[in-house]
């Protein structure tokens, strides 16, 4: 499985950005897709996740109402649509790939990374 991460940039804080997460390879319907990131000098966290079917998805607790994961089956691509930025949301943002149905939060339940794409939210 390949996967290419695009979209990142500078925005001001109450801005929006849009990342997208291209998969290729062998991509099953039971299959989880989730965006992670990390600030620098911290560890890297679970930020949103989804069944590659679009069923199910979840969030952390500092995103819930701002995040939107999205399955897009013209791209093949999972995207999170990022609302209301704030500057603790400045981070180098990951998408991820894992077999299986269950959204897990830990990074070393997933398998398959993309390249970083950071996204700088400035006060």
């Known amino acids: 499985v390949q996967l290419q991460a695009s979209g990142g940039g500078l925005v001001q804080a109450g801005e929006s950005l849009r990342l997208s997460c291209v998969a290729s390879g062998r991509v099953f319907s039971s299959s989880i897709m989730a965006w992670f990131r990390q600030a620098p000098g911290k560890e890297r966290e679970f930020v949103a996740g989804i069944q590659w079917s679009g069923r199910r998805s979840a969030y952390t607790d500092s995103v819930k109402g701002r995040f939107t994961i999205s399955r897009d089956n013209d791209k093949n691509s999972v995207d999170l649509e990022m609302n209301g930025l704030k500057p603790p949301d400045t981070a180098v943002y990951f998408c991820?790939?894992?077999?299986?149905?269950?959204?897990?939060?830990?990074?070393?339940?997933?398998?398959?990374w993309g390249q970083g794409t950071q996204v700088t939210v400035s006060s």
């Open positions: 991820a790939f894992r077999e299986g149905s269950l959204i897990l939060t830990r990074p070393s339940d997933y398998l398959y």
